[in-house]
Each structure stands twice: as structure tokens, then as C-alpha cells.
């Protein structure tokens, strides 16, 4: 089955380290991507979004994501993370002609002060 | 954020009673999209609606169903709730088919 894969369920870092959070998708052909996040009790908001162009996109916050057609990646990094960072994130995918995202069952984060 | 508001926020309810999600948005988007989230899971694609009237299932749409009868309002109903059903329920709205979706603020539902 078609599926996007987060293989990191949770992370726990120290403040100021570096992160990077695994997405791998099975669609072949072009699609879009994006990530989300979930801060504690909140609703998901749009980090960065792949449409086309510069595979290395930046998002807000420090977040940027590296699209690997080859490898079917769209992996999250951040250089440095802060403790305000702690929140689950979510990488969706949507290939072209669907109507609908594809979520990966997400990674939970938490970063120790 | 984007305007879109979910009711109710919290519900607790029985089993084998109906319960109808409300979803609605201010952005005059055409699509909308009801998902649930579970642990371990993710988000889970159960109805969504490329416009009024217009309705297609997604992957959970089993005890679920929908109703668009204003561009702005989206129902989500479970004609007779289950505790599998027990769930956080998230509204989405997107202006185009392939683009970046917003949510709105969830509704934490349980079923006893």
C-alpha cells in the first residue's frame, strides 16, 4: 500500500542540539510534501511545503527539509533546537491528481532544558 | 490563523448514541476534510468534500458520514458511536486540491 513512513516515534534531545526527523513516502511520480507541527494541545500548523524548484526548503522557526526524489525523503532538520521546540511532527505527502494528504503516524519530540 | 472553528470541543457520549461534529470556516475554501487522530497513528483521512454537495470517502469512513449543504459548514455524524470511535477529530480546509491544508482546533470525543 501507498504509505509515508516515520520511523523516528519519539526523539528526546538536549537544548541545542541538532535534529533530524526521517520521512520517506511510496508514491511515485511527482508529489507534494509537507511537514506539520503539534505543539502540546494545539491543532497542527504548516512548518515548510514542497511544491517544485530548490529541493532544500526553509520553514519558520529554524526548520528546513531536504526533498531526495531519488531516495523518496523529505527529511526535517533543524540545527539547534530549543526546549519550545518539544511538539509532535507530522510529514504529509500528496502526489498529483489526489484530492487528499497522507499522513506518517508522526515523531514526538521533546527537548530537555 | 485561518478561520475555522470546530463544535463541540469536547464530548463525551454513549454508546450507540448518534453524534454530529460541526466544522466551519470563514475562508470560503472549497475543500474540506475531516480527520481522527489516534496514537501511533497519525491522522487518519475520513471524509472529505471538493465542494458543496460533494463528498468522497477516505480511508477510515466506516460508521461515518458527512453533509455539505453551505460552502462554510461540514458535518461529520456517527450515526451510532462505538468506543473505537473515541478519538480526537480534526476539520481541515485547503483552497486548493494539492495544497496546504489548515486545521481547526479539534474535538476530543469519547465514547463510553
Known amino acids: 500500500a501507498q504509505s509515508v513512513s516515520q520511523h523516528n516515534h519519539h526523539v528526546i534531545l538536549s537544548e541545542a542540539a541538532s535534529l533530524e526527523l526521517g520521512c520517506n513516502y511510496s508514491y511515485g511520480g511527482t508529489v507534494n510534501l509537507f511537514w506539520y507541527v503539534q505543539y502540546p494541545g494545539q491543532h497542527l500548523q504548516l512548518l515548510l511545503k514542497?511544491?517544485?524548484?530548490?529541493?532544500l526548503v526553509k520553514g519558520i522557526k529554524g526548520f528546513e527539509a531536504e526533498f531526495i526524489k531519488s531516495k523518496f525523503s523529505f527529511n526535517l532538520r533543524k540545527p539547534s533546537v530549543q526546549w519550545s521546540d518539544t511538539a509532535e511532527y507530522f510529514c504529509?505527502?500528496?502526489?498529483?491528481?489526489?484530492?487528499?494528504?497522507?499522513f506518517g503516524s508522526g515523531t514526538r519530540l521533546q527537548v530537555q532544558p | 490563523d485561518a478561520g475555522i472553528t470546530q463544535s463541540p470541543r469536547h464530548k463525551v457520549t454513549e454508546t450507540g448514541t448518534p453524534v454530529t461534529l460541526r466544522c466551519h470556516q470563514t475562508?470560503?475554501?472549497?475543500?474540506m476534510y475531516w480527520y481522527r487522530q489516534d496514537p501511533g497513528h497519525g491522522l487518519r483521512l475520513i471524509h472529505y468534500?471538493?465542494?458543496?454537495?460533494?463528498?468522497d470517502k477516505g480511508e477510515v469512513s466506516d460508521g461515518y458520514s458527512v453533509s455539505r449543504s453551505k460552502t462554510e459548514d461540514f458535518l461529520l455524524t456517527l450515526e451510532s458511536a462505538t468506543s473505537s470511535q473515541t478519538s480526537v477529530y480534526f476539520c481541515?480546509?485547503?483552497?486548493?486540491?494539492?495544497?496546504?491544508?489548515?486545521f481547526g482546533p479539534g474535538t476530543r470525543l469519547t465514547v463510553l
Open positions: 481541515a480546509i485547503s483552497e486548493v486540491t494539492e495544497g496546504e491544508q489548515f
Open positions: 504529509a505527502v500528496i502526489p498529483a491528481g489526489r484530492r487528499a494528504l497522507t
Open positions: 468534500s471538493y465542494g458543496v454537495k460533494d463528498t
Open positions: 475562508e470560503n475554501h472549497r475543500y
Open positions: 514542497y511544491f517544485s524548484g530548490d529541493p
